[in-house]
């Protein structure tokens, strides 16, 4: 079974930095892309960044393109998300899953998820 634990989330300032992570049990990890996506109260979760399996293409939201960098150590098997430039509109719950097929910036193409790690921005 595939289990998946982010952490690194916080209360930040606006302009501030922070790096999430998420470890992933097991031997399936290194075949596969993975995803960060984001909920904020009262919205749909949304994607955030994508990267292949090994490393050799990512993919952003609009939103975060040029402040956010997804990136994976496959030895430790753990995905990050480097988050700098930070803005009180990115607070949200922030979970990384295990990718699946598909259209990589649909929830709905990714198979395992983590619990989430709160991110808080203030203005």
């Known amino acids: 079974q595939v289990q998946l634990v982010e952490s690194g989330g916080g209360l930040v300032q606006a302009g501030g930095s922070l790096r999430l992570s998420c470890a992933a049990s097991g031997r399936t990890f290194s075949g596969y892309a993975m995803g960060w996506f984001r909920q904020a109260p009262g919205k749909e979760r949304e994607f955030v960044a994508h990267?292949?399996?090994?490393?050799?293409?990512?993919y952003y939201a609009d939103s975060v393109k040029g402040r956010f960098t997804i990136s994976r150590d496959i030895a430790k098997n753990t995905v990050y998300l480097q988050m700098n430039s930070l803005k009180p509109e990115d607070t949200a719950v922030y979970y990384c899953?295990?990718?699946?097929?598909?259209?990589?910036?649909?929830?709905?193409?990714?198979?395992?998820w983590g619990q989430g790690t709160q991110v808080t921005v203030s203005s």
């Open positions: 990267i292949t399996w090994n490393s050799e293409s990512t």
């Open positions: 899953a295990r990718y699946r097929g598909g259209s990589y910036y649909s929830a709905r193409e990714y198979g395992y």
